[in-house]
T-cell receptor, first 117, second 113 residues
Framework: DAGVIQSPRHEVTEMGQEVTLRCKPI?????LFWYRQTMMRGLELLIY????????DSGMPEDRFSAKMPNASFSTLKIQPSEPRDSAVYFC???????????????FGPGTRLLVL | GQSLEQPSEVTAVEGAIVQINCTYQ??????LSWYQQHDGGAPTFLSY????GLEETGRFSSFLSRSDSYGYLLLQELQMKDSASYFC??????????????FGAGTQVVVTP
């Protein structure tokens, strides 16, 4: 398997623009997570899906953020409108399970480095 | 809720042994995981403890004591390539936080020649 795939790897945009980040999880993984990483706040869980269904989005900072998973092999995280404080690295991760053991290991994609000017 | 505390930085020389502690406050979790992240890279899984005790994986070992709310990652025979950030993480088991995987702030390990 190619691992978790994210695109784009880098994104530079201007404040107010819409940003869409994409993720393809590892085939067979039932859980997909979106994280944001900054120096100030570390690695934060934004939202996670189980079998394509959003389970918990309490980490989504504002209504400007939305995420979808239309099928088992694709998810998007959208920011509209984007603001400079959204600048961060956004990681997508997938796992087989949440209930302990090796199955809860999270496999991270390479991340999208977002800069909002 | 849960929180995980780890030192912000540790510096050591090649060949040395480094222990990164992780203390936590959590209402319950399945296991304690450790992840490594190099600058510019993504977190990658290192080790997992479901039960109390020591787990050894090559030069890296991880320990968990649920009664002490404490765990650690032990890096032995340090190499320059071990310079990275190391995160402890838990997957909560409580109903109201199930699935909310949480990471500590990370410990930057700097290995010097």
């Amino acid at each position: 398997d190619a691992g978790v795939i994210q695109s784009p790897r880098h994104e530079v945009t201007e404040m107010g623009q819409e940003v869409t980040l994409r993720c393809k999880p590892i085939s067979g993984h039932d859980y997909l997570f979106w994280y944001r990483q900054t120096m100030m706040r570390g690695l934060e869980l934004l939202i996670y899906f189980n079998n394509n269904v959003p389970i918990d989005d309490s980490g989504m900072p504002e209504d400007r953020f939305s995420a979808k998973m239309p099928n088992a092999s694709f998810s998007t995280l959208k920011i509209q409108p984007s603001e400079p404080r959204d600048s961060a690295v956004y990681f997508c991760a997938s796992s087989l399970a949440l209930t302990g053991g090796p199955q809860e290991t999270q496999y991270f994609g390479p991340g999208t480095r977002l800069l909002v000017l | 809720g849960q929180s995980l505390e780890q030192p912000s930085e540790v510096t050591a020389v090649e060949g040395a042994i480094v222990q990164i502690n992780c203390t936590y406050q959590t209402s319950g979790f399945y296991g304690l995981s450790w992840y490594q992240q190099h600058d510019g890279g993504a977190p990658t899984f290192l080790s997992y403890n479901a039960l109390d005790g020591l787990e050894e994986t090559g030069r890296f070992s991880s320990f968990l004591s649920r009664s002490d709310s404490y765990g650690y990652l032990l890096l032995q025979e340090l190499q320059m390539k071990d310079s990275a950030s190391y995160f402890c993480a838990v997957s909560p088991s409580a109903t109201d936080s199930w699935g909310k995987f949480q990471f500590g702030a990370g410990t930057q390990v700097v290995v010097t020649p």
